[in-house]
């Protein structure tokens, strides 16, 4: 079954505390991408990746980290998590930026409480 | 600077009627208009799309309209069953910034 897997679905952690999130798609897609959606604002995107070891920064990227060092796997990591950060968190994949030619695919969601 | 408005938040409407979502953006130089669907503790999942290059693409009960010179996208649901409740994002694309850009998304009611 095609899917985009994240983990962990639920995390609740203090300020300053490393943390990771990872996404793994099984579809082969070149392109992945991480949104956050928050009441109001909704889906932002803080980072993408067209390939391996090629990633660029979205609209929000500020606290965040990611690397893809391998074509299936994008994790997110926020090295000194702050309350600001508390949100929830989708990971998405499609072929490469294809627009509506291949729409994203999405993870089912982290949701992060950082105190 | 919002980029992409989805300006009523919330929408009821009776099953079998019409419902119609909408959105603005304010760049011309988007190439690719999608709507995406959102359950609750799921993730979004693509609906319909369209490309700068028409002005109306169908799927079944969903028709998305593309207004260009008033850069409005619509979103036409006929007719509307209790199982499209769910909260609708309209998201933009440029091919040439590989970035997508989301609304803030209407949560639509369908009345039985």
């Known amino acids: 079954e095609a899917q985009v897997t994240q983990n962990p679905r639920y995390l609740i952690t203090v300020t300053g505390k490393k943390l990771t999130v990872t996404c793994s798609q099984n579809?082969?897609?070149?392109?992945m991408s991480w949104y956050r959606q928050d009441p109001g604002l909704g889906l932002r995107q803080i980072y993408y990746s067209m390939n391996v070891e090629v990633t660029d920064k979205g609209d929000v990227p500020e606290g965040y980290k990611v690397s893809r060092k391998e074509k299936r796997n994008f994790p997110l990591i926020l090295e000194s998590p702050s309350p600001n950060q508390t949100s929830l968190y989708f990971c998405?994949?499609?072929?490469?930026?294809?627009?509506?030619?291949?729409?994203?695919?999405f993870g089912d969601g982290t949701r992060l409480s950082i105190l | 600077d919002q980029q992409v408005k989805q300006n009523s938040p919330s929408l009821s409407v009776q099953e079998g009627r019409i419902s119609i979502l909408n959105c603005d953006y304010t760049n011309s130089m988007f190439d690719y208009f999608l709507w995406y669907k959102k359950y609750p503790a799921e993730g979004p999942t693509f609906l319909i799309s369209?490309?700068?290059?028409?002005d109306k693409n169908e799927d079944g009960r969903f028709t998305v309209f593309l207004n260009k010179s008033a850069k409005h996208l619509s979103l036409h649901i006929v007719p509307s069953q209790p199982g499209d409740s769910a909260v609708y994002f309209c998201?933009?694309?440029?091919?040439?910034?590989?970035?997508?850009?989301f609304g803030t998304g209407t949560r639509l009611k369908v009345l039985a």
């Open positions: 998201a933009v694309y440029t091919s040439g910034t590989y970035k997508y850009i």
């Open positions: 579809m082969n897609h070149e392109y």
């Open positions: 369209i490309s700068s290059i028409k």
């Open positions: 998405a994949s499609s072929y490469r930026g294809q627009g509506d030619k291949q729409p994203q695919h």
